[in-house]
């Protein structure tokens, strides 16, 4: 096939593709801009290996949901690297009076309400009273060794959280 065919061919799909490719932008909650770039690089994605695909439209539709995950969880990186160890120190020595936004406070708080336990009792006792690790160990009856990684599946319930809230 000569390169101009290629082109038309691949023209020729998107445009009958462009219902499903749209309604699946849609479904994965794709901004326009960005879903401008992701349909160029399912685009792109095509034409290199238009020589291997038997199914234009099935296989365009297919890069398509991959990029659409992709782009979801590079979102989903972002928002969880906002809530870290560092992020919750900060909230919790705020007291009440302090300027951070109330609705951010309170959001926090459902979402731990939602957490195990044992692992709100970490939260409260690390962040929200401020002991020292050393403190929330023994108060907790971990060893200080074990309580970093406690503290890490914490934060990861935490962020687990807010993906769900999130989707």
């Given at each position: 096939?000569?390169?101009?065919?290629?082109?038309?061919?691949?023209?020729?799909?998107?445009?009958?593709?462009?219902?499903?490719?749209?309604?699946?932008?849609?479904?994965?909650?794709?901004?326009?801009?960005?879903?401008?770039?992701?349909?160029?690089?399912?685009?792109?994605?095509?034409?290199?290996?238009?020589?291997?695909?038997k199914d234009f439209d099935a296989w365009l539709?297919?890069?398509?949901?991959?990029?659409?995950?992709?782009?979801?969880?590079?979102?989903?990186?972002?928002?969880?690297?906002?809530?870290?160890?560092?992020?919750?120190?900060?909230?919790?020595?705020?007291?009440?009076?302090?300027?951070?936004?109330?609705?951010?406070?309170?959001?926090?708080?459902?979402?731990?309400?939602r957490l195990p336990v044992r692992h709100r009792?970490?939260?409260?006792?690390?962040?929200?009273?401020?002991?020292?690790?050393?403190?929330?160990?023994?108060?907790?009856?971990?060893?200080?060794?074990?309580?970093?990684?406690?503290?890490?599946?914490?934060?990861?319930?935490l962020r687990s959280q807010l993906g769900r809230?999130?989707?």
């Amino acid at each position: 096939m000569s390169q101009r065919t290629d082109e038309d061919l691949l023209t020729q799909v998107f445009e009958q593709a462009r219902p499903r490719l749209q309604a699946l932008l849609k479904l994965y909650r794709v901004g326009p801009e960005d879903g401008e770039d992701l349909l160029q690089e399912a685009l792109l994605a095509l034409w290199r290996k238009r020589v291997h695909v038997k199914d234009f439209d099935a296989w365009l539709v297919s890069a398509l949901r991959v990029e659409c995950l992709r782009y979801r969880r590079r979102a989903g990186r972002q928002i969880y690297s906002a809530i870290d160890e560092s992020a919750l120190e900060r909230l919790a020595g705020l007291d009440s009076s302090s300027q951070t936004d109330p609705s951010l406070r309170q959001d926090l708080r459902r979402l731990i309400r939602r957490l195990p336990v044992r692992h709100r009792a970490l939260i409260h006792l690390r962040y929200g009273l401020g002991l020292t690790p050393e403190e929330t160990a023994s108060r907790l009856g971990y060893r200080l060794a074990s309580l970093k990684k406690t503290t890490t599946r914490c934060l990861q319930a935490l962020r687990s959280q807010l993906g769900r809230d999130l989707m």
